[in-house]
């Protein structure tokens, strides 16, 4: 086989044929088989599948995490029905992909905050669309409870009592997202090792 004259590392002479190695500095001389499609192709599904357990894992667990917490908040407080009305609200982007809305109100003749994006079920663009979907005056029902403090204390009124919602949202992630994600991890780790053989055999074929 013939090879470049002089180590790209080293610079040693090499001469007209050497071994597949460098004698004094050991690089690979053997010249690399070229990349197929297939290969490209291998390679955008383990980005992609990468990409997807990243996220997916990141997302999963703050989704559980953040439930599990709050169930535990919830549980045993006591609570009553009440009304939330309005008197203004606050939009803000924290960072890229996540956005806080929340609202200052009346509730029983006291002064509360509540966290708006339960209510809504839709993210707002700006300060003027969340004022638009929430004008001041509007009367929210709510579960109001005493024991607890800040937005915590006001909860929309769901099918089911907070404890309950935030248990069932925690078992969502345990046993739907989270296995997900964990399949899609073993996907892109079956798609490496077919990649990793997949190259091997072609560099011993050539």
């Known amino acids: 086989m013939q090879a470049p004259r002089k180590c ?13 190695h460098c004698p004094q500095c050991g690089v690979n001389l053997a010249p ?15 980005a992609i599948c990468g990409s997807l357990f990243v996220l997916g894992s990141l997302f999963g667990f703050v989704f559980y995490m953040n ?35 929340s609202a200052i109100g009346i509730v029983e003749g006291q002064k ?3 966290d708006l ?9 700006n300060q003027s669309q969340l004022m638009g979907w929430v004008p001041e005056g509007t009367v929210i ?12 204390r006001i909860q929309v009124i769901h099918a089911v009592p ?12 345990s ?14 780790a079956l798609l490496s090792l077919a990649r990793f053989f997949l190259f091997a055999n072609r560099r011993v074929a050539n």
């Open 32 to 46: 690399k088989p070229p990349i197929t499609v297939g290969i490209r192709l291998l390679d955008l599904m383990i």
């Open 141 to 152: 029902p709510v579960y109001l409870f005493p024991t607890l403090a800040g937005q915590s």
């Open 67 to 101: 439930s599990s917490s709050r169930e535990q908040l919830y549980q045993g407080a006591p609570y009553h029905a009440t009304a939330f009305r309005v008197t203004s609200v606050q939009y803000h982007r924290v960072s890229a992909g996540y956005t806080d809305a």
């Open 8 to 20: 790209p590392r080293c610079g040693i002479d090499l001469g007209s044929y050497v071994e597949t």
């Open 112 to 114: 509360e905050s509540m």
């Open 117 to 125: 994006l339960p209510y809504l079920n839709r993210i707002p663009q």
């Open 162 to 173: 907070a404890e309950e919602w935030y248990r069932g949202r925690a078992t969502w992630a």
């Open 175 to 188: 046993n739907r997202a989270l296995p997900v994600v964990g399949a899609i991890g073993i996907l892109a």
